[in-house]
């Protein structure tokens, strides 16, 4: 039975690309699949996959990287995936040695900007071009890749055309998906916004364009429907300003929760969001959670990405703005409420084409033997 080794720093061990996705799918095939991350301590077999996790972000790179090495050389894996950088470096003496694929999965932009934020100018650039090298290190390192957006290709599959690869979205199984098509109801609408609470994510743009549907519907039962959490104090400061400088009367926030019961949280939303601010980062990201609103049935407003245009391009179901332009928004959302039925159309047809074109089904047989084939190869 071979062997299949997932390595990651900064995804916990019960990830959903990595444990609900591509694990489970490895198991389901006969492969024996263990997970090592270094995010939080955890050691156990969870549904037939073995995971081996350590919280150990905080110690040195040194003692992250050591840790990746024991975990290989007693698993002793026919194939290891890795999700960054370091768990490639890692490895490399015992892929050479063994002569086994080291598959690296893309689905950051490295740097982040997150990564590049703690540093001031000068040395921002520094680390920025050091953590670029880095990054092509590992892909000099690495037998194969995974890209889980085509805007993420960039610079490896292009220095290392030679390489095997494939494109792997993120598209989520049907079987954690709950369809919640709504019907509008006269004089009542529920927005809701998922996610990281921030600046940069678009809580702010979200607010403003609500507060423009207020005033221009003075009479409409709003319903705001947050999911998520800050995680910065900066964020906590900004995101109470947002709500001293709006009070709003009907807001629910929802922390949270399991990946599997995450669709289940905006079930009772009428209208999905992400408008996140233009950046390089963003517009070079496929934002996961469009296929979670697409499976559950709800027309989205989402900013106007380089990445979901070119994956995707225009939307059946809903619409692509630009963050900023709160009016345009507002007026976005006020149509559906006057012509309810394009909205059933636009909930039909995101339940409809992430059933037919973007679940994990479609694409997870290429998957299992892009991994078969790393493995016959070595």
């Not at 947002?242 to 009428?270: G, R």
């Not at 963050?323 to 636009?346: F, K, R, T």
Request: hydrophobic content about 40%; aromatic content about 16%.
């Amino acid at each position: 039975m071979p062997k299949i080794l997932f390595l990651t720093t900064s995804h916990s061990y019960d990830d959903d690309r990595i444990f609900y996705h591509q694990a489970k799918t490895l198991r389901a095939q006969g492969f024996e699949v263990k997970i090592c991350s270094l995010y939080a301590d955890y050691k156990g077999v969870i549904e037939g996959i073995e995971v081996e996790a350590y919280s150990v972000l905080g110690e040195s790179i040194e003692t992250k990287m050591e840790t990746f090495r024991k975990v290989c050389y007693l698993f002793e894996p026919d194939t290891i995936i890795c999700s960054e950088p370091l768990a490639v470096v890692a490895v490399k003496r015992y892929v050479k040695e063994r002569k086994v694929s080291c598959i690296y999965d893309v689905t950051e932009w490295y740097p982040a900007m997150s990564m590049l934020e703690v540093y001031p100018y000068p040395s921002k650039l520094f680390h920025a071009v050091k953590f670029f090298l880095i990054q092509l290190y590992a892909g000099f390192l690495s037998t194969h890749f995974i890209f889980g957006e085509t805007t993420k290709k960039f610079p490896l599959a292009y220095l290392f055309w030679f390489k095997k690869q494939m494109i792997l979205p993120y598209y989520p199984d049907p079987g954690y998906i709950k369809e919640s098509i709504k019907t509008l109801q006269p004089d009542t609408l529920t927005l809701c916004y998922t996610g990281m609470i921030s600046e940069d994510k678009g809580i702010g743009n979200f607010f403003k364009a609500v507060d423009n549907v207020r005033k221009k519907l003075p009479g409409l039962n709003l319903t705001i429907l947050l999911v998520g959490a800050t995680r910065k104090e900066s964020d906590e400061l900004y995101f109470s300003k947002l709500l001293s400088q709006y009070a709003f009367e009907d807001i629910e926030i929802v922390k949270p929760v399991p990946f599997e019961h995450f669709t289940e949280t905006f079930a009772k939303a009428d209208i999905c969001f992400d408008l996140r601010e233009f950046n390089f980062e963003n517009h070079h990201s496929l934002p996961i959670k469009l296929f979670y609103f697409m499976g559950a049935g709800k027309p989205v407003i989402y900013s106007n990405l380089k990445g979901i245009r070119k994956h995707m391009g225009s939307l059946s179901f809903g619409h692509l703005v630009d963050p900023g332009n709160a009016g345009q928004i507002s007026d976005i959302i006020i149509s559906y409420i006057e012509n309810p039925e394009l909205y059933d159309i636009h909930a039909s047809n995101a339940r409809k084409e992430f059933m037919n074109r973007y679940n994990w089904k479609m694409i997870s047989d290429s998957f299992v033997d892009f991994i078969k084939r790393s493995i016959d190869k070595n």
